[in-house]
C-alpha cells in the first residue's frame, strides 16, 4: 500500500468521522444527561436531508439546503421532546427504546408520503464541485468542505461547552443531575436548548451528507446504529469522546472496507464490543458520582 | 402455582383451542397466517423468559433467530443430511452461540446490555449480509422439508405445517412453563428483582444469567428453524435488528414474564401487519404509531389488563 493511497483512505476516513460526530454530538448529550436512547435521531438527519433538498430544488442553490434544513430538524426535535420524550424521563431504557424505534417507522413513512418513495440526489455546490490537489493526490473538494465543517464545528462546540453559561450548565448537568438542579441550575431548560442544538446538527449533517451519500427514506436507520456505536464507544456525555469515537469508527469502517473487504461491515460492530467490554463507561466516561 | 400462573395456563389453553378451532375452519390463508403466528410465538416466548424473567433486555435476539434458521437451511443443503436433523443442528447452534456470546454480554447490564446485545445481532447480519457461502444479501431458497409422510403429513402445505407449528408452540410454552416454575425459575425472577440481595444470597448470578441467555437463544434457534421450513427461504433480514425490535414488542404487546402473553402479542402483531399492509402502502407508519401507543399507555401488555397486579418491569 503506497501512501497516496493511505492519504485518500485517511481523508476519507476522516471526512466519514466528521459526519458521525455531528450526529454523535446530539445522541451523546440525551444519553449522558438524561441516560435516554434516543432511536429516532437517525429520523432527524433523514429529515434535514430531506428539507434541505425541497430547499435547494426550490432556491436552485445548496446553500438553500444548508440554511433550511438543520432549523427544520430542530423544529421537529423541539416537538418530539414537549410531545415524547419529557414525559418518557423516568420510563426506563427498555420503553424509551421502544417508543423511539416507532418513531423511526413513523418517520420513514412520512418522508415517503411527501417525498415518495425515490432516491434524491443534492449535488455538491459548483464551488466545491471540482477536485483538489494535496500530495500529489487528486481529492474531491466538496469532501474536504466536510471535513473543515466538521472540524470548526467541534471547535465551536468544544468552547462553547468550556466558556459559556449554557456549556457550565450542561457539564453540571452530566457530572450530577440532581445536585447541579438543586444549587439552582435549570437544568432542564439547559437540557432542552441543548437537545434542540443536538438535533439541528443532526439535521446539518443530512444535508452534509446529501452530496457523498444518498437521500432515501430509511437513509436514517442506514446511519443510525453507527452513530450509537460512536456514542458508546466514546462515552456519553462527553464532547471528546464524541470526536474520538466518531474518528475511530470511522476509520475502522473506511479502512475495513479496504482492508479486510470479506470483514468490513463487521468492523465496527466488533470494536464496539470490544470497547464496551474492555471500558464499559466508554473510552472517555462522564465523571458521574452517581 | 400461583393464581397468576393459573390465570397464565387457563388462557394458554383458551387461545390453543382457539388456533386450532381456527385451523380446522380457516382456509388456505388462514392456514398461513397461522404457522406463521406459532413460528413467532415461540420466538416471543423464547425472548420473554430473557427479558419478563431475567430481567435482560437483548436487542440481538433475532441472531439466534437468523442462525438457528441458516443452519437448518444450509446443513439441509449442504451436507444433503436429513433436514429433521437439521433443525436440531440449527437448535444446537444457535444454543451454543447463545452460550459463547452470553458468557461475554451477562457481564454487562441496562443501557449497556442493550447495545452489546444490538451489536453482536448487527455483526451476524454483517456476516451473512456478506457471506457468499450463504448467498450473501440474497439469502438461499429451496430449503429441504422434513419428510413427515410417515405420518400422513405434508410441510409443504400450510395446513399441516399450521398443526406442527401449533403443536410444537404448545410443547414450547409448556417447556418453559416447567423452568419457569422450577426453583431455577424462580431464581431468574430474583435476581431480576434485587440483584444485589440475590448476590448477597450467594446465588451465582452471572451464571443463572448465562444459562438463561444460552436456552433462549437455543428456542430462538428452533423458531428460526421453523421459519426456514414454513418459508422455505433464509436470508439476512431474519438477523436484522429491527427483527429484534419486533419480537421486543410483541412481548411487551402481550405482557413481560406472562409466556403466553408474549403469544397473543404475536398473534395481533403478525394479523395487524397483515391487514394493515393490504389497507395501505403507508402500514409502517400505522404500525409505529400502534408501537408507540402500546408502550405509552398499556404498562403491563393485555396480560397486565386482566391481571390486578402488572409485573411489568423496566430494565
Known sequence: MDSGFLLLQLLNGLQFAMLLFLLAVGLSVVLGMMNFINLAHGTLYMVGAFVGFAAAERAGSFWAALVAGPPAAAALGAVFYAGLLRRMQQAGAMKQVLVTFGLIFVGIDTVRLIWGDYEQTLPAPSVLAGSVHILGQVYPAYRLFVIALGLMLALILHLGLERTRLGAAVRAGVDDRVMAASLGLDIERAFFAVFCLGC????LAGVVAAPVLEIYPGMDMAILIPTLIVVVVGGPGRLAGAFLGALLIGMAETFGAVLVPDFSGFMIYAVMALALLLRPQ????????? | MSTGERRQHIVAALLLLAALAAWRFSGYAGEDRLGEIAVWAIFAMSLDLLVG????????HALFFGLGAYAMASLALFLKGSPSLALLAGVATAGLSALAIGAIVVRLAGVFFIMITLAFGQMGWAYFLRARAFGGIGGMSGVRQIDLGRLGLDLANPADFALIAIIAAALVYLLLALITASPFG???VALHQNEHRARALG???QRYKLAAFALAGALAGFAGGLQAQRTGFVSPELLVWTTSGEVLIMVI????????????GAAIWVVLRHILSDMTAYWMMAMGLF???VVLFAGGGLMGLARPRAAADDA
Open chain 2, 203 to 205: 446465588l451465582p448470578v
Open chain 1, 282 to 290: 466508554g473510552l472517555l466516561p462522564a465523571r458521574h458520582s452517581s
Open chain 2, 253 to 264: 404487546l402481550g405482557g413481560l414474564g406472562t409466556l403466553v402473553g408474549p403469544v397473543a
Open chain 2, 291 to 293: 408501537f408507540i401507543a
Open chain 2, 53 to 60: 424473567y431475567a430481567g435482560l433486555v437483548s436487542l440481538g
Open chain 2, 186 to 188: 424462580r431464581m431468574l
Open chain 1, 200 to 203: 439541528a446538527l443532526a439535521g
